[in-house]
């Protein structure tokens, strides 16, 4: 538990609670994660090589996904001697739980230790009805944003097809049975569009109806915005939400707060956002973290309001929840409202979020690698849709 956290009473930290005990880590192994079979022709042809017949691998697929087994050893109606060539030749989970933080507001959060040694947190929130899971793309981040924890330390992989779709499992085994994932935002450790290779398989499985079934309007993916990263979005998959992080008006500003923006500049940014809009018809979201004394100012509203005035998008300001080590500090809550009156005096549909989970440090710009305590993640505010 952190400092932080430690003044928090009613918050409880529970270190791999009982819906997650099952994940063994397996160290450097060489047997295949199963998490990364799961499309329909990879599953039948791992069954036939654990020498079953191919109708097999539907209710393997059923118990891992649907019935949210957490070993083979559950998986009842399979042979036994399926389940243990399933064993010898394949691990279910490559992650270990090592520790499970719960906020009063039903926020939770899970840091996981990967096969090698790497650590990433994902998240889930409560609203209502609304079950949404924030979940990460990358051991660490390499752009660099200055008031971030994830991007602290740099970047150290790519995660995996099979880590992401772990993290999904493992959150959706946090409900009760008759509770299923709604929404997922892609915005915890990592930026999701340099690993989109990875990615689209793994959100492919979140929209199947043999998968997680959540449709692609329930699902953000949240970038710090890399042109051609989102063009390849635009050619091959349009049907996602995407929620691209301003956080600064101008180049000057955005080099100093996004690093990685000296290579790129804000207008690439957004002639690649209003493509994805033309092809996907997806209102844009942006993002915008407040930092008091650095992109808080009416002039900086101003701007803001100049860039996105005749774009079709929703703007969601994220007031910066501290992070411990960090220099940054929450705008005072006059700074906020002039803020937002401005951009809303000229016309821009704004919200500014709230900070759920802001208390086990799960709120945007907040998560990172070590259980020490702080990577950047929140629910984001997207357009509601009926699928
Ligand atoms: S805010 Fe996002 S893109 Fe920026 S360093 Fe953090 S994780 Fe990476």
Redesign the pocket.
């Known amino acids: 538990m952190t400092g932080k956290l430690g003044s928090f009473a009613h918050i409880s930290e529970l270190y791999v609670s009982n819906y997650l005990k099952k994940p063994t880590i397996k160290g450097q192994s060489t047997l295949i994660h199963l998490l990364d079979h799961l499309e329909e022709d990879a599953l039948k042809t791992l069954t036939k090589n654990c020498g079953q017949p191919t109708y097999r691998a539907a209710q393997l697929r059923q118990w891992v996904v649907a019935s949210r087994a957490g070993g083979f050893d559950e998986m009842s109606n399979l042979p036994k001697k399926f389940r243990e060539e399933l064993t010898k030749q394949t691990q279910l989970w490559t992650s270990q739980v090592v520790k499970h933080t719960q906020a009063e507001d039903g926020t939770e959060k899970i840091l996981l230790q990967l096969a090698d040694g790497g650590q990433i947190e994902c998240v889930l929130l409560r609203d209502g009805h609304r079950i949404t899971i924030c979940i990460s793309t990358q051991v660490g981040?390499a752009?660099?944003?200055v008031f971030?924890a994830?991007?602290l330390d740099g970047v150290d992989r790519n995660l995996t097809t099979g880590e992401i779709i772990e993290q999904m499992l493992l959150l959706q085994r946090l409900l009760p049975e008759d509770q299923r994932l709604s929404h997922i935002v892609v915005?915890g450790?990592?930026?999701p569009l340099a690993n989109i290779d990875s990615l689209l398989p793994a959100l492919d499985f979140a929209c199947s109806p043999d998968g997680l079934g959540i449709g692609a309007r329930r699902i953000t993916i949240s970038t710090?915005g890399l042109p051609t990263a989102i063009d390849k979005l635009s050619e091959i998959n349009a049907r996602y939400n995407l929620a691209v992080?301003l956080h600064a008006p101008n180049d000057e500003l955005r080099n100093e707060i996004?690093p990685i923006n000296k290579n790129i500049g804000i207008d690439q940014i957004l002639t690649a956002s209003d493509h994805y809009f033309e092809v996907s018809g997806r209102q844009l979201t942006f993002e915008y973290v407040l930092l008091y004394k650095v992109n808080d100012r009416p002039e900086h509203a101003r701007q803001l309001a100049q860039l996105l005035k005749n774009r079709q998008a929703m703007l969601n300001v994220i007031p910066y929840n501290p992070v411990e080590g960090l220099p940054y500090k929450t705008p005072s809550n006059n700074a906020q409202h002039d803020f937002r009156r401005i951009l809303e005096d000229a016309g821009i549909t704004v919200k500014f979020r709230h900070r759920k989970g802001d208390k086990i440090n799960a709120a945007c710009?907040q998560l990172r690698r070590s259980n020490s305590g702080l990577?950047?993640l929140e629910e984001p505010e997207v357009p509601e849709s009926s699928d």
């Open positions: 981040c752009m660099g944003c971030c994830s991007g915005m450790m990592g930026e710090v992080s996004v710009g990577v950047q």
